[in-house]
């Protein structure tokens, strides 16, 4: 509605050409950097990592060229690197040997198992830098479900016990800020009862807490190696592409329960949700720019259909215009690289 006191805007309080030329703060770099209304660097990125068994050890995930998975000795000095280049956090992500993997998801409890130790790894490297590890059931579970499988459905409550088990020995290993991106209800408040309750009153959550059941995790599911377990899909947990409000429903939930930091995911297709949380919810909100944008952008790259670095350099900057604090990105260690050296053009 245009304001009872003000004039509607007229093309005279507008402005007009030729008094207005658009085009002349575009003419030279300095001039375009002066006025800028958004940044992108490297305390803007997330790295996700994904850890296997082994030593000295890569293994390159088939669907997402580039990326590798690493043994623990290999992720601490890729932790190590990410540090070097200026980006606050890396996310970890467990390829777990199938023979582990269970209807009750019992390796996800398990002091000694991957991401714990890589996250011990990295902590007494002592190199400053976050570690984020994912709480959910699926690259632990039989069948490749983030939650509890009884009786054919996915069990909320029960699912919930699980993982606060997962949360407690994921803190105890050192992990900075737990992700739980399972969707159970309720999850975000227990796990910082029982967080509390255990002393680990400053371990901070991020809460994957508007996540859309999506065809871009495939790569990901071949990533952890749960695509071929998986049976069915995760409807009944994850949202429906086709809602917005109920991802503002979701989040304001999340905040309430006690979640430091938001996650909103996937991110290109989903940027009109970015925007609403960060701006109508005014919490720390982050993107993830998900396995399948990845292998899309990746895809059309090697077919030299685009030119990789100014394709994932705008990519990543549509999220801070949307108004992201940060996004998690395959391409963290390219992006900052590329925004390191290119800090004056
Ligand atoms: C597991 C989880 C998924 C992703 C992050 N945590 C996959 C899923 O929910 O099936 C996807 C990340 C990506 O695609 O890059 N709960």
Redesign the pocket.
Known sequence: MPSKYLPAPSADTMGQYPAVRMRRTRQAAWSRRLVAETTLSAADLIW?LFVVEGANTRVPVASMPGVERLSVDLIVDTAREAADLGIPAVALFPFTDPKLRTEDAAEAWNRGNLVNRATRGIKAANLGIGVIL?V?L?PYTSHGH?GLLIDGRIANDATIGALIKQSLVQAEAGCDVLAP??MMDGRIGAIRGALETAGHQDTMIMAYAAKFASA??G???DAVGSSSTLKGD?RTY?MDPANTNEAIREVRLDIAEGADMVMVKPGMPYLDIVRRVSHELAVPTFA?Q???EYAMIMAAVNAGYLDGDRAIMESLQGFKRAGASGVLTYFAPKAARYLNKNITS
């Open positions: 996700p994912d959910a699926d983030d991106s399972d871009f995790y790569p990901f599911r995760k994850q993830y998900v396995s399948g």
